[in-house]
Structure formats: C-alpha cells, structure tokens
C-alpha cells in the first residue's frame, strides 16, 4: 500500500507543448514520465510500476514459449558489428561511444556503439558455447534499454532514442526446428497481448533489411500509428502495406493474343502518364505501361507497372539487391535511350539491353495484355504492345502497391486498410547471421551444419503507450486490470478524520492480501480535485471514504469503466471489495 502524500504522483491539468497525441499527453499529465530530451525520458513511479508489470508479464509469457532469460551489454565494441552483415546500414542508426582515446591518435583504442538490438552479440557467444545438435533448440531473450538515434523521435514512448524491448534470438538444427520456434514465439506474442489486455493482430510483413524469410509484425490498431495494415476481419487476412497483394490478377490468367504489329506513333512533350491519358490520345492509364528504372548494386534494372499502378518499393527488396535507389536521368539515357518520359521496355528498343540487371514486370501488366509504352525516343509511343509478344522481362513479380477494395488473395472479399501501432515484430532468419559468424553445430554423423535463426521483439516501453492509446476516454487513462500501476485506489474524503483512515488502511489490507496493489488518496485536497485524478491516472478500481458517508454507514465503490457509484455499507465493504478484486484478476 503506498500513501499518495509520501508517494510521487505529479499530476498536471496542461498537456506539454510537444505532445500531439492523446496517450503523449496523457502519459505526461498523469504523471508516468518526464522528458529529458528528445526520445529521452524518465519513468516517474507509476509509469516504472507499469513497466515492470509489463516486462513481467512477458518475461512470464516468453519463458513459456521457451525462451531462456539473459543480459546483455549494451555498449558492444564496433568490431563486432563490423563483422556482421548489416554494419553499412546499421551504424547510420547507432550512437557512437565516444571516449577517452577515441580519434585520438591510439589507433589501439577500440570504438563502441551503443546496442539497438543484439543479434550481433548473440550469435558469437552461440558460436562459441554451444556446437552439438544435442544442445538445440536454444532461444535466449533480455527485457533491456536498446539505444537507437531515430531522426524523428516523437509521440513520446512510441519513438524513442532510448526504449525498453524484448529482444529474443532462436537457433534450431533444422528449417522445421526454426518454424516451430518461430510458432511458439507468436503463441507467446499472443498470449502476452492477450494478458495486458491489447489488442493487436498478427499481420504479414517485409523482410526488409534484415533478409530472413517470413516474419510478421504485432499491430495496434489505431488512428495514429506510423504503418497501415491491409485487411479483411472475415477472412483473416492482414499484411502491412510493405507486404501486401490482392487477388486483382486471376490465377492461371492465359496471355492476351497480340492485338497487331507494334506501331510508333509521335508524341510531342508528352512525359506523364496523365498526358497521355488526355486528347489526342486517349489511352487510358490501365492501358499503359509505366516504366522505372532502379539502380541496384550498381547496376541499372527495370521495373514495368500498369499506368495506373503504383511501385510498392519495398517489395523490390525481393530482388535480392543490397541496397537499391531510383536511376537518375542521367544514369538512365545511356542505357534506354532517352530520358525519363518515354522509357519502355519493348525487345529491340532498349539501346544497351546488356547493362540491365534484369526487367522485372508485375504480374498485374498481364491484365493490359496489349497497350501503350515509350519508345525510348524523345516524343514518341509505341500502341499493341504485347506483354508476351514485345516485353524484354526478365522476372514476374508482385511490386505494385495494393489498393482498398481489390480483392483479398485468401477469399476475393475487399480488401480494407487501417493505420496501426508495430509494437512486436517476429522474423525467421534462416541462416544470415549464423553464416557470417559461423555459427554452426555437428549433426549425429559428426557432420557440420549452419544453425538456422530467428529474431524477435517487443518494444515494452511503446507498449506501455500503445496500451494508454487504446484504452482512455475523455478524462483520462483506463488501465487494463494487468497493468495498471495499482488496481484500487482508495480515496479519502477526510483524511484528517481517524476513523476514515482507520477504515483505509483495513479496506487497502483487504484489497492487498485479495492481490490488488492499493494506493490510498491521503492528500488534503478537494474530493472535486481527487475524483479529477482518479479519472487521469486511470486506476481500474475506485473506493471512496468520506466523513458524511461514515456517518450513513456507507462507502463508495467505482469501476473506472462504468459511470455508476455503488454504495456499500461499511460492514460489508471489506467482502465486496475482496470479491471485487478477485472477480477482477
Ligand atoms: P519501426 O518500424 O517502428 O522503426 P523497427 O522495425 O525498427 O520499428 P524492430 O527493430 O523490429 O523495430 O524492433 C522491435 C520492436 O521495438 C518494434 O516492434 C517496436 O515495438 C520497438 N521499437 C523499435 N524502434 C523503437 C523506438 N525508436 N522507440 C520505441 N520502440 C521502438
Ligand atoms: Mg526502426
């Protein structure tokens, strides 16, 4: 039990200038945190009892799913980010250290980086301890501060430069070993969600950067979030944006039957899609192709997209390329022919068809069977191009961006699209990271093998956030039972009346040994400033004590969710709070 007037709840009636979201606001004035500087912030009590609730809970959770609990440093020595995979792209993203001897001139010295995630510690500690097949599956985890210097910090916890995350790592003998760990820890994600009472969906996502083969991201839905997710509640279906396709293109779709020979016709300053669209011409922009040019590992390749379409550039990270960027117009004119405005792909047009790292196509062009494209020549189109016939592809694939209302691949309902907050994210990994360290096992017949990776997190600390984003009203915050800071709150009209605090302390007993943690409002306040708080700091359960009702025989029972007071005698408050309690659990 702790007493508000010793305790540290430093509630405010202002919202802070930077905070344009409601649980950025309402952590603030409930007085969970305090911001040092951008992405930077102190856990005041209530929110650290809340964090800890949370980081119990999935402790508990991903033990169950087989996780083996470890600490890890957080400054790690840049070597061995060095010798990992994502070096390049990582360190745009990671604090340096910088120390006494550091660019000093002792070369000696080494140079350290504060951890955003840890793969690139625990891989080579499980190159070194563990090599036999008897001792896999392994899968350790840490609920640890991960340090990254994001651009853009904002929204309080949900952007940080410095959060809180469970951060775990699987190594299997086999691809199915690495499957079912991969399932046990999305059975752990489910059942942690599920405890601290948010809803979050389970939706497809990209690979990205880190490679892997699947993975999925743990979305909160809600209007403010950073990622959309495309969706049909009926059929089950979610994917983030990066990830999604539809069923737009029909399944054994045959090839159109080429319309006519392939005609040059002039067009003079047309360089949009739009133009084209417009008189003279008129060709509609699902009758066109739309050609982009990328550069990938040096070397140029081709995108062709419908006219209508947009590229999902994501989705050409399933090309295998390192890094990618768009062509410039001056990387593009020696190898098409002409500058952007009339690039096409037809077979015979493209001036150095030798430079490309390949065309790639997206499956929905075959829906245009015969349409319109530049023809690598300043002011001039080709019509009847035929997808089979004309086009130089090198590879199908999917790399248009899904609209709402194109048809779900799993049951061709429509499809739906909703903004959401990534609080986890799951990867299967495969085997990036255990070959760059060599990280391998011997099998039963003394043979050696790669050991096959997952990667997992939860960000607990834009959890914390996300749960407060969900779940408040006008008045404040509406802590789900799991985690709010404490459960009850007794609230004392009078507290300068012995037998009101008299009556606290054996109610806040009560409530305790029933297994609610109880904090009891003692300040010497109006009840009209109390019952404020109460609303703001949101906890669940709400027991009010004042000297005109002791003299009725009565107190007063509030459930945060509901508008309706009880009254309850003071002879039986002691039962009804217990049972209040453990209804509750
Ligand atoms: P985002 O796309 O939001 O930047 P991410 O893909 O970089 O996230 P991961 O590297 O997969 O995230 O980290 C795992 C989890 O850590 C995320 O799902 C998210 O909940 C949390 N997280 C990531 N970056 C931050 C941050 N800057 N502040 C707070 N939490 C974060
Ligand atoms: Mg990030």
Not at 360 to 367: N, S, V
Not at 369 to 384: Q, W
Not at 447 to 466: E, P
Not at 526 to 548: E, H, M, S
Request: hydrophobic letters at 40%; one cysteine or more.
């Amino acid at each position: 039990m702790k007493l508000w007037s010793q305790y540290f709840v430093p509630t405010l009636k202002e919202s802070p200038a930077d905070a344009e979201i409601a649980s950025h606001k309402l952590l603030v004035r409930a007085g969970l945190v305090r911001k040092l500087g951008g992405g930077l912030y102190t856990y005041l009590p209530l929110g650290l009892r809340v964090m800890q609730k949370l980081t119990q809970i999935c402790r508990e959770e991903i033990e169950r799913g087989g996780g083996i609990e470890v600490w890890m440093p957080h400054v790690h020595p840049a070597e061995v980010w060095e010798a990992g995979p994502r070096w390049a792209a990582a360190r745009e993203i990671m604090f340096r250290v910088d120390h006494a001897g550091a660019g000093k001139g002792r070369s000696k010295e080494p140079e350290y980086v504060l951890g955003p995630t840890h793969e690139e510690v625990i891989t080579p500690l499980v190159k070194t301890e563990i090599t036999s097949y008897r001792d896999l599956p392994k899968n350790f985890f840490q609920i640890a501060t991960k340090f990254r210097n994001e651009i853009r910090p904002r929204f309080g916890l949900m952007r940080a430069r410095e959060f809180v995350m469970m951060d775990a790592y699987s190594f299997d003998a086999s691809d199915e070993g690495a499957i079912k760990s991969y399932h046990a820890m999305k059975a752990a994600y489910e059942a942690f969600f599920r405890r601290i009472g948010v809803t979050a969906i389970a939706v497809e996502a990209d690979t990205g950067v880190m490679g892997g083969s699947f993975s999925h991201e743990f979305m909160v839905p809600a209007e403010i979030g950073d990622d959309d997710v495309i969706y049909n509640e009926e059929s089950g279906y979610a994917a983030n944006r990066e990830k999604a396709t539809s069923g737009l293109v029909p399944a054994g779709l045959a090839d159109a039957a080429p319309a006519g020979a392939t005609e040059e016709f002039a067009t003079p300053g047309v360089v949009t899609i739009a133009a084209l669209e417009a008189a003279p011409y008129a060709v509609p922009a699902d009758r066109q192709f739309k050609t982009l040019v990328y550069v990938g590992d040096g070397k140029p390749f081709v995108v062709i997209l419908r006219g209508c379409d947009e590229l999902e550039e994501a989705k050409l990270g399933a090309l295998g390329f390192t890094l990618f960027r768009p062509a410039t117009a001056e990387e593009i004119e020696p190898v098409l022919g002409t500058k952007p405005g009339s690039l096409g792909a037809v077979k015979g047009t493209i001036r150095n068809p030798s430079a490309l790292a390949g065309v790639f196509a997206d499956h929905a062009i075959r829906l245009i069977g015969n349409g319109t494209t530049g023809a690598n020549k300043d002011g001039f189109h080709l019509r009847n191009v035929n997808v089979a016939r004309d086009l130089a592809v090198t590879k199908f694939g999917d790399f248009r961006r899904v609209r709402p209302g194109e048809p779900d691949p799993k049951s061709g309902q429509p499809l739906k699209v909703r903004r959401g907050i990534e609080v986890g994210h799951i990867f299967k990994l495969g085997t990036k990271y255990s070959e760059k360290y060599g990280a391998a096992y011997t099998d039963d017949q003394k043979q050696s093998h790669l050991m096959v990776m997952g990667c997992y997190g939860i960000g607990i600390s834009r959890t914390l956030q996300a749960v407060i984003e969900q779940s408040h009203d006008a008045d404040g915050i509406v802590w789900p039972w799991a985690v709010a800071p404490f459960q009850v709150l007794v609230c004392v009209l009078d507290p300068q009346l012995p037998e009101a605090m008299d009556l606290a302390r054996k109610l806040a007993a009560t409530a305790e040994a029933a297994g609610a943690d109880v904090l009891v409002d003692d300040r010497a306040e109006r009840p009209g400033v109390k019952f404020k708080d109460a609303d703001l700091i949101g906890i669940p359960l709400r027991l009010t004590i004042g000297g005109k009702g002791l003299k009725e025989g009565i107190v007063e029972l509030k459930w945060r969710t509901k508008k309706d007071v009880e009254k309850v005698p003071v002879a039986e408050a002691a039962a009804r709070l217990g049972a209040a309690v453990s209804a509750a659990k």
